[in-house]
T-cell receptor, first 111, second 114 residues
């Protein structure tokens, strides 16, 4: 099937700074794009989603941007905290609710 | 929201044997899925567990190797059959309700085949 990939495998961020995690996708037919956070030893946790007909959506300290022209998805985390250290995956959801995950970005927050 | 419990959380198995992983959801859900995740890698969908009918498998996964049951709306099992070291991985189940985009995941089962 189609794949969703991330630009960088790792990201090191100073505590308090903003983080930007990027993802490129290839399947323009996906209904939703979703960001997940996975901490060590745990399953992925839903962060935020964006419907394919939107270009921006904000949550608590997070913003997801969707650029359909260049098939690019990003997750912005404001005022990054130590608890934000994790692996972040972008995923696309088809109309049958199946998820196709990208490769993941490991975010490390420096104190 | 849904809380998902997976058992066992980890196991070390001999090659040639089979392991059944259980996934219990604390509420009725429409859809349940099984994923595999190699350590340090992304998640790959194995199959959709259909309640009352045979599971739907993704390319590269077959029922003989990964039989799946889903007897009701809160429970599913995945069996890894005739295991080899290449089956060493983390297996995760997820659940979500129809019309919802948020999928909930279990903590995973870390399987090591020796």
């Amino acid at each position: 099937g189609e794949s969703v990939g991330l630009h960088l495998p790792t990201l090191s961020v100073q505590e308090g700074d903003n983080s930007i995690i990027n993802c490129a996708y290839s399947n323009s037919a996906s209904d939703y794009f979703i960001w997940y956070k996975q901490e060590s030893g745990k399953g992925p946790q839903f962060i935020i989603d964006i419907r394919s007909n939107m270009d921006k959506r904000q949550g608590q300290r997070v913003t997801v941007l969707l650029n359909k022209t260049v098939k690019h998805l990003s997750l912005q985390i404001a005022a990054t905290q130590p608890g934000d250290s994790a692996v972040y995956f972008c995923a696309e959801m088809s109309n049958d609710y199946k998820l196709s995950f990208g490769a993941g970005t490991t975010v490390t927050v420096r104190a | 929201s849904a809380v998902i419990s997976q058992k066992p959380s980890r196991d070390i198995c001999q090659r040639g044997t089979s392991l059944t992983i259980q996934c219990q959801v604390d509420s009725q859900v429409t859809m349940m899925f099984w994923y595999r995740q190699q350590p340090g890698q992304s998640l790959t969908l194995i199959a959709t567990a259909n309640q009352g009918s045979e599971a739907t498998y993704e390319s590269g996964f077959v029922i003989d190797k990964f039989p799946i049951s889903r007897p009701n709306l809160t429970f599913s099992t995945l069996t890894v059959s005739n295991m080899s070291p290449e089956d060493s991985s983390i297996y995760l189940c997820s659940a979500q309700s129809g019309g919802e985009t948020e999928a909930f995941f279990g903590q995973g089962t870390r399987l090591t085949v020796v």
